[in-house]
């Protein structure tokens, strides 16, 4: 392992100052492959999260106000709308926290409506 510090002072023939040492650090990630590996892979991570927020932006008019739903899915949004937490929800519903962060993440509650979904007892045979 190089000691670039102890380099450094060798070429200037004296002790380097902070910002001397600061670029040469540069200098070094600049050059460094495993180092410029991970620059890139951090510019892909926020470029899709970047993405996925344009996407969100573009498609709000898409989103509708009322969904079909289960009888749980309607049961949480309700509590949505009457403030409730995510912890008081799971109390009630005797579910688990993650099952409760899910739905509302899946469904994108609270919403104006969630209506039932039809049985199939009741749909018509065209």
């Known amino acids: 392992m190089i000691n670039y510090k102890i380099s450094l002072a060798k070429e200037l023939g004296r002790v380097p ?14 050059t460094h492959p495993k180092l410029k590996r991970k620059e890139k892979e951090n510019k892909i991570l926020n470029s899709s999260l970047a993405v996925q927020r344009n996407k969100d932006e573009a498609n709000k008019h898409r989103r509708q106000d009322s969904i079909q ?57 065209i």
């Open 17 to 30: 100052n902070e910002y001397e040492i600061g670029q040469k650090m540069r200098e070094v990630v600049s």
């Open 69 to 125: 739903g289960t009888p749980r899915i309607r049961m949480i949004n309700k509590m949505l709308k009457y403030n409730l937490t995510q912890y008081q929800i799971a109390d009630v519903l005797e579910l688990q926290l993650s099952t409760i962060q899910k739905d509302i993440l899946k469904h994108r509650l609270p919403r104006k409506q969630v209506v039932p979904i039809p049985n199939k007892n009741d749909r018509r045979q």
